[in-house]
């Protein structure tokens, strides 16, 4: 069973920057596509980015298109989120997730395999 692991979060003022990284665990993660999603308090969980199997087609949502940068290493079974020009409206606990697909699509549903989730704080 693949495993994942979120890291990186923190606290950072706005206009800043962050980097998260999400380790596999097991042998299928460069067998499909990864996502990054996020949850403010009270509400749902909505994606962030997503990235095909091979890396080389990525997706975002609105929000966080032309500042956020998602990337993989399947050497390493890691994929990362570059935050920057991080806003407050930003703040929210941050999940990477292994998608059932080989392309990322934008629906939770389309994801099965999750991480703990890592904290992100942008200050005002």
């Known amino acids: 069973q693949v495993q994942l692991a979120e890291s990186g979060g923190g606290l950072v003022q706005a206009g800043g920057s962050l980097r998260l990284s999400c380790a596999a665990s097991?042998?299928?993660?460069?067998?499909?596509?990864m996502g990054w999603f996020r949850q403010a308090p009270g509400k749902e969980r909505l994606f962030v980015a997503g990235?095909?199997?091979?890396?080389?087609?990525?997706y975002y949502a609105d929000s966080v298109k032309g500042r956020f940068t998602i990337s993989r290493d399947n050497a390493k079974n890691t994929v990362y989120l570059q935050m920057n020009s991080l806003k407050p409206e930003d703040t929210a606990v941050y999940y990477c997730?292994?998608?059932?697909?080989?392309?990322?699509?934008?629906?939770?549903?389309?994801?099965?395999?999750w991480g703990q989730g890592t904290q992100v704080t942008v200050s005002s």
């Open positions: 997730a292994q998608s059932i697909l080989r392309i990322p699509t934008t629906y939770v549903i389309s994801y099965n395999i």
């Open positions: 097991g042998r299928t993660f460069s067998s499909y596509a």
């Open positions: 990235i095909n199997v091979s890396g080389d087609m990525t």
